[in-house]
């Protein structure tokens, strides 16, 4: 062997950061599903967390428009001017929330923008607060910020929400950052006006800071939505809301997600961008404008299948011997409780129902609830009637 071939053997010393990152469940399980699929296997998938309805015509419109338009070169990090203050309309007509252009920020998918958050308001040692079940990335972006993820845990005896005595128990002088998901990813639980209002006042008593990921915004079928910034000024100064297209508007690929904030914030996200990834896509920030006009029916008609399918969901979860399941306010999945079944821990399952029922669901474990599994109803009836019928007689014990 020469030396360059040596060279080339020689191990690779990876940043710590990176060593320690743990790969995201829900999309590792996806991954595995569809190569099972690939090689022929009729897998039923209730994993994935996107829409499976078409991006409007309108949106795809706009973006072959763009392309047409040789709409293709650079734009600010932030996002052009025009979908910024379309963004700010949106704020303001659906949320009671005023903001200036300025205080908006466009980044690659929602994800992408609360982990720039993160990353320009968390020093070392910083702490945040996450209640559990949290989507799967919210503790890992975390740590990647060198900051320290505080998890407080709920139950569905509280129907997976945090109260302020709840937060109590946690808080400290670290702590910097709360975040809260309404609707929620994975148990789909809203928080109401009352509860917010209740939560915005420990923040502020505590000089804390909100990050309000409200991506699940349109997909609510019990109550309302409302944004813990619109209480008042005080409030409205310590919180980032996060929102985006990904699931309002069936949007998942083309990955554009904005923040609302304080001017303060978002020029430091703005510098940010510009040293990292730059703006989003210009075809893509074209196709969200239009789908700031898309007409609202068209989004209802979406909200009113999933509730359909919700009910049936829940219902068929429910009539499994040794499955509970908390019906959803919001977003598109049930989490149900999957203790009784004594089947072992939450990945123990979701591996037995892949191998063995040819259904794909997502461990709890990830979402921090290892009693739980995480079924997502964004795919047909007919899909979901299987999958169940499938679970539940892999669940059934034999007679």
């Known amino acids: 062997?020469?030396?360059?071939?040596?060279?080339?053997?020689?191990?690779?010393?990876?940043?710590?950061?990176?060593?320690d990152l743990k790969?995201?469940?829900?999309?590792?399980?996806?991954?595995?599903?569809?190569?099972?699929?690939?090689?022929?296997i009729d897998i039923i998938s209730l994993s994935a967390g996107e829409p499976d309805f078409n991006t409007p015509d309108l949106v795809k419109e706009a973006a072959k428009q763009a392309i047409d338009d040789n709409f293709t070169r650079y734009t600010p990090a932030a996002g052009i001017l025009e979908l910024r203050k379309g963004v700010a309309e949106k704020l303001k007509r659906d949320n009671d929330l005023e903001y200036s252009p300025e205080c908006i920020s466009l980044c690659s998918g929602a994800k992408h923008a609360i982990y720039?958050?993160?990353?320009?308001?968390?020093?070392?040692?910083?702490?945040?607060?996450?209640?559990?079940?949290?989507?799967?990335?919210?503790?890992?972006?975390?740590?990647?910020?060198?900051?320290?993820?505080?998890?407080?845990?709920?139950?569905?005896?509280?129907?997976?929400?945090?109260?302020?005595?709840l937060l109590e128990k946690y808080v400290t002088k670290k702590s910097k950052i709360l975040i809260l998901n309404?609707?929620?990813?994975?148990?789909g639980m809203v928080y109401s006006g009352e509860e917010l209002k209740a939560l915005s006042e420990f923040v502020c008593k505590n000089d804390l800071i909100v990050i309000s990921d409200e991506i699940y915004e349109?997909?609510?079928?019990?109550?309302?939505?409302?944004?813990?910034?619109?209480?008042?000024?005080?409030?409205?100064?310590?919180?980032?809301?996060?929102?985006?297209?990904?699931?309002?508007?069936?949007?998942?690929?083309?990955?554009v997600g904005y923040t609302?904030?304080?001017?303060?914030?978002?020029?430091?996200?703005?510098?940010?961008?510009?040293?990292?990834?730059?703006?989003?896509?210009?075809i893509t920030q074209k196709?969200?404008?239009?789908?700031?006009?898309?007409?609202?029916?068209?989004?209802?008609?979406?909200?009113?299948?999933?509730?359909?399918?919700?009910?049936?969901?829940?219902?068929?979860?429910?009539?499994?011997?040794?499955?509970?399941?908390?019906?959803?306010?919001?977003?598109?999945?049930?989490?149900?409780?999957?203790?009784?079944?004594?089947?072992g821990p939450s990945m123990t399952v979701a591996n037995a129902l892949l191998d063995q029922a040819e259904v794909a669901v997502v461990p709890g474990i990830g979402f921090g609830a290892d009693e739980n599994i995480r079924l997502s109803y964004a795919c047909s009836a007919e899909d979901i009637t299987e999958g169940l019928n499938r679970f539940e007689a892999w669940a059934t014990p034999p007679s």
């Open 287 to 343: 196709a969200s404008l239009a789908a700031l006009l898309v007409e609202e029916s068209v989004i209802r008609n979406m909200r009113n299948e999933f509730l359909k399918r919700r009910d049936l969901i829940v219902d068929r979860l429910n009539n499994i011997a040794g499955v509970t399941c908390l019906k959803p306010e919001g977003a598109f999945y049930v989490f149900p409780n999957i203790k009784n079944l004594q089947r």
């Open 23 to 40: 790969p995201s469940i829900t999309l590792e399980i996806t991954a595995k599903a569809k190569k099972m699929r690939s090689e022929g």
């Open 116 to 165: 720039n958050v993160i990353q320009v308001l968390c020093d070392p040692n910083d702490e945040v607060l996450i209640p559990a079940p949290y989507w799967v990335s919210y503790p890992e972006m975390v740590l990647l910020a060198s900051a320290k993820p505080v998890i407080i845990p709920t139950t569905e005896s509280m129907n997976f929400k945090i109260t302020p005595d």
């Open 260 to 282: 609302a904030a304080r001017i303060e914030i978002a020029q430091a996200m703005n510098n940010l961008l510009s040293q990292s990834t730059s703006n989003v896509s210009s």
């Open 218 to 255: 349109k997909l609510i079928y019990d109550g309302e939505h409302v944004s813990i910034a619109s209480f008042h000024d005080e409030i409205k100064q310590r919180t980032v809301v996060v929102n985006g297209f990904s699931k309002s508007h069936a949007m998942t690929g083309w990955r």
């Open 182 to 187: 309404s609707p929620s990813n994975p148990t």
């Open 1 to 19: 062997m020469n030396i360059e071939q040596k060279k080339c053997h020689q191990d690779i010393r990876l940043s710590r950061r990176v060593k």
